[in-house]
């Protein structure tokens, strides 16, 4: 079997991406028949390059193209001078081409995209953007249930004209996906759907969209043989005796969904899995966290998962 290429992007560079990854490699170990490739700063903490160097053999270089030539039982760091937007975007291209096998990424903040001169508003939608991909969603998968955002960055004044029955059935086809990827007991259950409105609109006395999208969809899970069960009050939908009766929660908005999931996983665990584009892309579940930037205080269990996530779905679209 030839040998998996991973790329690692660290982030932003006065965030604690490089921290938390120089702390899941050093965790991690090296990983048969895997090749890490490191993007980090050029300015990157000394400490922390130490801490790799104790479990891997690393060559450092200044380019993807000069990694790409070296074969073997290393880590190839890149230690560059370009935004760290531009290393997602030069990875993800090297994905495309199908150079590398995936990327596992660090927190980068919105800022960071901006000033780097990119318009998209996150790792999403760049990877979006070279992708071409129309349908891409923001899965989480975590200890005690996982998510799947139906709708992402999107003011919640907007949610409704960007739910549609065609983004509930991309979506869905999107969650089936990634429940096929569960642990089999987890993979065996139902995805669960939640409803828009309190009450999932109890019947369209508080709001009709339940009642306009549903029965399409419902009829739609049957066709295609996606096993699901909604629309869920949202409310109750995440109670913990309701984590062993479904694989996925589909929610239709952003905080709907991630604010449970972080609740319960917190902001250290859970892996950030992007659904829809032709390759592998995994992330942490959690911000730059500036504020300890420097302080040797990150935990990095989410970076740890998002590696591990990364290798396997690399090695399952083999």
């Keep these: 079997m030839s040998r998996l290429r991973i790329a690692l992007t660290t982030g932003d560079v006065d965030g604690i991406g490089f921290e938390v990854t120089a702390k899941a490699l050093h965790h991690l170990g090296p990983q048969k028949n895997v090749q890490f490739i490191l993007w980090r700063p050029e300015d990157a903490d000394k400490k922390y390059l130490r801490l790799i160097d104790k479990k891997f053999e690393r060559i450092t270089v200044d380019s993807l193209q000069e990694a790409l030539k070296i074969d073997g039982p290393y880590l190839i760091d890149i230690a560059s001078d370009e935004s760290p937007a531009q290393w997602v975007e030069t990875s993800a291209e090297a994905c495309l081409e199908k150079v590398l096998d995936g990327i596992a990424t660090a927190p980068l903040s ?188 990150a935990n990095p269990h989410s970076m740890i998962d998002a590696i591990r996530w990364a290798i396997k779905l690399a090695r399952l679209s083999r």
């Design 110 to 297: 919105k800022t960071s995209i901006k000033e780097a001169g990119f318009k998209d508003l996150g790792h999403t939608d760049i990877l979006k953007r070279l992708s071409g991909a129309k349908y891409v969603n923001m899965g989480f998968v975590g200890e005690k249930f996982s998510v799947v955002l139906a709708t992402a960055h999107t003011p919640i004044k907007d949610v409704t004209k960007h739910l549609s029955f065609t983004v509930l059935a991309e979506t869905l086809k999107n969650a089936n996906e990634l429940r096929k990827k569960l642990p089999a007991a987890q993979a065996k259950r139902p995805i669960a759907v939640l409803g828009l409105n309190p009450h999932a609109g109890e019947e369209g006395l508080i709001g009709k969209e339940e009642l306009l999208l549903f029965p399409q969809l419902s009829a739609f899970a049957k066709e295609n043989r996606i096993p699901v069960e909604g629309p869920l009050v949202p409310d109750a939908a995440f109670f913990p005796s309701n984590w062993q009766r479904y694989s996925v929660y589909v929610a239709l908005y952003h905080d709907q969904g991630l604010i449970p999931f972080k609740t319960i996983h917190g902001q250290d665990s859970g892996v950030h899995i992007s659904l829809g584009i032709p390759f592998v892309r995994t992330s942490v579940d959690h911000g730059t966290a500036k504020d300890i930037f420097g302080l040797n205080k």
